[in-house]
């Protein structure tokens, strides 16, 4: 077979989930695969992190935004190539292309009610572009692909779409992702001391960031430790608000910013935390969960959508619209020695039941079957 698979963002320097998934399936797809053929799309950008093989070409595109580079620039250039099966990997895919798709639809939240607090424009115009597209190319992807059990009862349901036609892959982790017990070295770029709560946290009101900061601030009310709390990607004016709001401005002193982490440090990071949060309120899969429990940090995270699904039966499940129940378990975790060190053993443990080679292996057999 010729293959594309469009990996458009996985060159930018701060990725993010989904780029990550695509870019992990072609480093194992160069490994895994010496007999079909490969075409990978990609926007020019910065962090060059995958080149091309013998049978696997990286192809860069030009193109001023992303639907003119998706709707436009990667159909030509699939056509050009002589492309025979394309993946799109990223939610939506060309309307207009006449070449068998398959297509990772990682989630559907762009139909799920809205929240009217978003002002990010950047999220916003994602989430019209989806509610455009994916409509118009449901019928046209030979296969659908999600991440976990959850997300693909929710298409089958909302969306009508056959069993037969959805495939079910979840997602892996890197195995850099491990305890460690030397961190400090890089751990400190982003805050001084091990020891911390670490959440990775936006203004993306999926993930929950309001009523974890007041949990924060709760906690802190109780603890005689009051540790600190690391976020990541999270602007300052956004949580001068949150602060501002609920009259929390116990936590303000307490919170350390260091802006993105880049993916290669978060092992350390996660291995010198005292405990991480997970605490969404609907997640698809849920990378980060993954890695901080290879990592044997104890994580707290949600009792909704797919969170209980990967974290598994033993996992600190909480319900993410309870402060309270929120900071409960960050107080349980540091006053019970015996509990938090079961959760770092249960940790690895669930982690290796997912990687990047399964769920490579897996698509490999979708594209295969859709060959046929």
Request: glycine content about 4%; overall charge neutral; charged content about 25%.
């Amino acid at each position: 077979m010729i293959i594309g698979i469009e990996a458009q963002r996985i060159f930018r320097k701060n990725k993010h989930g989904m780029d990550y998934v695509v870019l992990q399936e072609i480093k194992e797809l160069q490994q895994m695969d010496t007999t079909d053929e490969y075409y990978v799309f990609v926007k020019p950008g910065e962090d060059r992190c995958v080149t091309s093989t013998k049978n696997v070409h990286v192809v860069e595109l030009s193109c001023p935004s992303y639907p003119l580079w998706e709707q436009w620039a990667l159909p030509r250039a699939a056509k050009k190539y002589g492309v025979q099966l394309l993946h799109c990997t990223s939610n939506t895919a060309p309307i207009w292309c006449n070449i068998p798709l398959v297509l990772t639809l990682h989630d559907i939240i762009f139909l799920e009610p809205r929240d009217k607090q978003n002002h990010s424009l950047y999220q916003n115009m994602g989430w019209l572009y989806r509610r455009l597209v994916v409509p118009r190319i449901l019928d046209k992807c030979r296969r659908i692909i999600t991440v976990s059990n959850f997300e693909m009862q929710n298409i089958i349901t909302k969306l009508h779409i056959p069993r037969e036609r959805m495939a079910m892959i979840y997602n892996g982790y890197n195995d850099w992702f491990r305890p460690m017990t030397d961190t400090k070295g890089v751990q400190r770029k982003y805050i001084g001391e091990d020891g911390y709560f670490f959440f990775l946290g936006n203004t993306d009101p999926k993930k929950n960031t309001e009523r974890t900061l007041v949990a924060y601030a709760k906690y802190l009310s109780q603890s005689a430790v009051k540790r600190n709390l690391l976020m990541a990607d999270l602007d300052r004016d956004y949580l001068d608000g949150i602060i501002q709001r609920n009259g929390i401005e116990i936590i303000r002193e307490k919170i350390v910013m260091p802006g993105y982490i880049v993916n290669s440090d978060l092992p350390y990071v996660y291995n010198a935390a005292f405990a991480f949060l997970y605490t969404s309120l609907r997640e698809s899969f849920g990378i980060p969960l993954l890695e901080a429990m290879a990592c044997g940090t104890p994580v707290i995270t949600s009792n909704t959508s797919s969170m209980p699904e990967i974290g598994g039966p033993d996992a600190i499940l909480v319900n993410p619209e309870s402060s309270d129940e929120i900071a409960a378990m960050m107080l349980r975790l540091e006053r019970d020695a015996d509990f938090r060190k079961q959760q770092q053993l249960l940790g690895p443990q669930r982690a290796s039941l997912f990687s990047w080679r399964k769920t490579t292996e897996q698509l490999l057999e979708v594209y295969r079957a859709v060959n046929l």
